[in-house]
């Protein structure tokens, strides 16, 4: 700073005062400067205009201007120039008022000195620096998230178009098998061999492709926070028994012992009952899947406070520890080598859970099994009037 030339712009009407602020610029040494003077506030926006100013010495009472007005007008037509303020008034709720209405800092000419005045001077400075900077980096995120946005709405409406379509267009293809199901049997020819699992491989590929939709829209909302979910009061035990119904099939073939124990007094869950049966069906379905044959599977819930805790544990090979950070990641895979999935699944369980302000959380040990915990609001009955 002291071999850089500082361009000062002087607003005093007082040629006394204008004289001293000269005089303790001029004693200091420390700062190179060049100072221009002008008695109005009209002659300083002319100077401004005009360029070639870097910091404003303002006096607060001019006869064109008075107050904190001053400040507001000079901020008008210098708004990247740091302001102080140099007034009579020994006030200290007009000197915050003044640092409140944009001035970098507030001196009373009685007080002054010549260290002080360039330092007030030098602060000045560096505070609007960084106060520039910092709002040319708000500006440009605003517009970085602007263009995001623009981005997000494009890819949503593309997503509701395709998905519309691609829903139409698979809802045709069963039809169609359906009918050419029935057309064969018509014809006294049978549905064994190839062509009964080419029709099953049908059937199966479009159950495929819809969940895949559904995964999509359902991420895509829970990016947008637009997920929709209806709260109800619902039954632990009857939702985790229906969840269950899912995987019984696989379970059994596969020889896991499942186990589900529900605690005595667990009250009603606050939830979407369709939701909340995706999760717990995508949380076994995992639990199924990683967990080998002899294995065992259990399901818990408990109430605690205003909270209902479910739990899904199973006996398989785990997740390390570097992973375990990233499941809930879209597009990650639950284990290596898993060839099934999208990598949605944990994702979207998780925003269903936080739209029911829940949580849902995760720990393992490699080679021991995982466990996957959410909670929910517990359903609340009001308590009856007290009579007056």
Not at 30 to 58: I, K, M, N, P, T
Request: with cysteine; glycine share 10%; charged share 25%.
């Amino acid at each position: 700073m002291p071999d850089t030339l500082v361009r000062i712009l002087l607003v005093e009407d007082n040629p006394g005062d204008a004289r001293l602020i000269r005089e303790l610029l001029r004693d200091a040494g420390s700062l190179r400067c060049e100072v221009v003077h002008e008695q109005r506030l009209s002659g300083a926006r002319e100077r401004c205009a005009a360029g070639g100013v870097d910091v404003v010495l303002l006096d607060l009472s001019l006869p064109d201007a008075h107050g904190l007005q001053t400040v507001a007008e000079c901020l008008r037509f210098a708004p990247t120039l740091p302001i102080v303020v140099l007034t009579g008034l020994d006030d200290e709720s007009v000197a915050v008022q003044a640092v409140q209405a944009g001035a970098q800092d507030y001196l009373v000419k009685g007080q002054v000195e010549s260290t002080l005045l360039v330092r007030s001077i030098r602060y000045a400075m560096e505070r609007k620096r960084l106060d520039l900077e910092r709002q040319q980096m708000l500006a440009r995120e605003r517009e970085v998230r602007s263009v995001a946005e623009a981005a997000v709405r494009a890819r949503d409406e593309v997503l509701r178009v395709v998905s519309h379509d691609l829903g139409n267009s698979l809802s045709a293809v069963k039809i169609h098998a359906v009918v050419l199901g029935r057309v064969l049997e018509q014809r006294g020819e049978p549905l064994e061999g190839e062509v009964e699992t080419r029709l099953t491989a049908i059937r199966d590929l479009v159950g495929q492709m819809h969940r895949l939709r559904q995964d999509l829209l359902d991420i895509a909302s829970i990016e947008a926070g637009q997920l929709s979910v209806e709260p109800r009061p619902q039954d632990p035990r009857g939702l985790i028994e229906a969840a269950v119904q899912t995987i019984r099939d696989r379970v059994e073939e596969k020889g896991i012992r499942l186990e589900v124990e529900v605690a005595p007094g667990t009250p009603a869950v606050l939830a979407d009952r369709d939701r909340l049966l995706q999760v717990l069906g995508n949380l076994l379905g995992n639990a199924t899947k990683f967990t080998p044959e002899g294995g065992r599977i259990s399901v818990t819930a408990r109430g605690a406070g205003a909270e209902v805790h479910i739990q899904v544990e199973d006996s398989g090979v785990g997740i390390p520890a570097e992973h375990l950070p990233h499941i809930f990641d879209r597009f990650w895979r639950l284990r290596s080598g898993n060839p099934g999935g999208t990598g949605l699944g944990l994702a979207i369980a998780r925003g269903i859970v936080e739209a029911h302000g829940g949580t849902l959380g995760a720990r393992s040990t490699p080679g021991e099994g995982t466990t996957l915990s959410l909670t929910l609001p517990a359903h609340v009955e009001p308590r009856p009037a007290t009579p007056s």
